[in-house]
C-alpha cells in the first residue's frame, strides 16, 4: 500500500516537471506574458534584473543598459539551427556594440573561432552554463531590449530559424528590425 502511494507521488510529480520542461522549452512564458498584460512589468522586471545581475557576475564593465539586444550561442537544441544562427551572428553581429554576444559552446558542433578573438569587445564566454540558472530559454536564443525593459525573448528553433536569421541580419545592418 505504500508502495503504491509512493509510485503514484513519484509520477505525478514527473508529470509535473515534464509539464513544466514543456512550458519552458515551447515558449508558452513568452505567450503568457504577451497575454496577460497584468504581469507583464513583474515579470519583464524580474527577467531583466536577473540579467543584470547575470552580467555584472560575468564582468563588472558589463552594463545591460549598453546593449539593444544579447544573443546566447550555445550547442544545445537544434544542431542545424545553431550553425546557421552561428554563421549569421558572425557574419552581421560580431562587432557590434550594442549587441552582447553570449558565448556557451565548445566548437563540437558550431564554428566557435570568429568569436574566441581577444579583440572582440561584445562576446564573452560562459562556460559554466550560468545562463542557463536564468531560465530564459533552452539552448541558443536573442533577447531584444527597449527602454531598459526585455521586448522580446525567441529561442531558437526549427520553427523560427529563418524569421530569426533575417532578424539578425536586420539588427546587424541598423536598420529597425521587425519584432
Not at 91 to 107: Q, T
Amino acid at each position: 500500500m505504500i508502495y503504491m502511494k509512493l509510485k503514484n507521488n513519484i509520477l505525478l510529480f514527473l508529470f509535473i516537471l515534464s509539464m513544466l520542461s514543456f512550458t519552458f522549452c515551447n515558449g508558452q512564458i513568452s505567450k503568457k506574458i504577451e497575454r496577460d498584460s497584468n504581469t507583464t512589468t513583474i515579470v519583464i522586471d524580474s527577467n531583466y534584473n536577473k540579467l543584470k545581475t547575470y552580467l555584472l557576475k560575468l564582468s563588472d564593465t558589463l552594463h545591460l543598459d549598453n546593449f539593444d539586444a544579447i544573443i546566447f550561442l550555445s550547442e544545445i537544441g537544434c544542431p542545424s539551427c545553431n550553425k546557421n544562427f552561428s554563421n549569421a551572428i558572425a557574419k552581421y553581429l560580431i562587432n557590434k556594440s550594442n549587441v552582447l554576444i553570449i558565448l556557451n559552446a565548445k566548437g563540437y558542433q558550431i564554428n566557435t573561432k570568429p568569436f574566441l578573438s581577444n579583440q572582440l569587445t561584445n562576446v564573452v564566454p560562459d562556460y559554466g552554463n550560468d545562463f542557463y540558472h536564468l531560465h530564459l530559454f533552452f539552448g541558443s536564443g536573442i533577447i531584444l531590449f527597449k527602454d531598459n525593459q526585455i521586448e522580446k525573448i525567441i529561442e531558437i528553433k526549427l520553427e523560427n530559424i529563418e524569421k530569426t536569421i533575417h532578424l539578425v541580419e536586420q539588427i546587424g545592418s541598423d536598420t529597425n528590425y521587425i519584432k
